[in-house]
């Protein structure tokens, strides 16, 4: 199991961009594909963005292509996901996301294949 822990939401201006990072504790982080989930209120939680073990990969969901880059640093045990010309659409509590697998260029994205969650971080877009 690998320990998951979000941080760099808050509440910032439609049209600003932020950076939320996730440091994994535990297994090391390579041995992980990654994932950020994000889920508004009243919503279900909805994928964002994948990264392979490597970093090699990348993938987005439609909504945010364009918008957010997800990177890692094995390293330094952690996955960022940077957010620019953010609009209040954006407005969700971000999840930090880990997968146990021997690939290290598969990128997953489906929610039921994540096994290890942070706690979340909250990222308020005012308008």
């Known amino acids: 199991q690998v320990q998951l822990t979000e941080s760099g939401g808050g509440l910032v201006q439609a049209g600003d961009s932020l950076t939320l990072s996730c440091v994994a504790s535990g297994r090391t982080n390579s041995q992980y594909a990654m994932g950020w989930f994000r889920q508004a209120p009243g919503k279900e939680r909805e994928y964002v963005a994948a990264?392979?073990?490597?970093?090699?990969?990348?993938d987005y969901a439609e909504s945010v292509k364009g918008r957010f880059t997800i990177s890692r640093d094995n390293a330094a045990n952690s996955v960022h996901l940077q957010i620019n010309s953010l609009i209040p659409e954006d407005t969700a509590v971000y999840y930090c996301?880990?997968?146990?697998?021997?690939?290290?260029?598969?990128?997953?994205?489906?929610?039921?294949?994540?096994?290890?969650w942070g706690q979340g971080t909250q990222v308020t877009v005012s308008s």
């Open positions: 996301a880990a997968v146990y697998t021997y690939s290290s260029i598969s990128v997953f994205t489906r929610r039921r294949l994540y096994d290890n």
């Open positions: 990264i392979s073990r490597s970093g090699g990969r990348t």
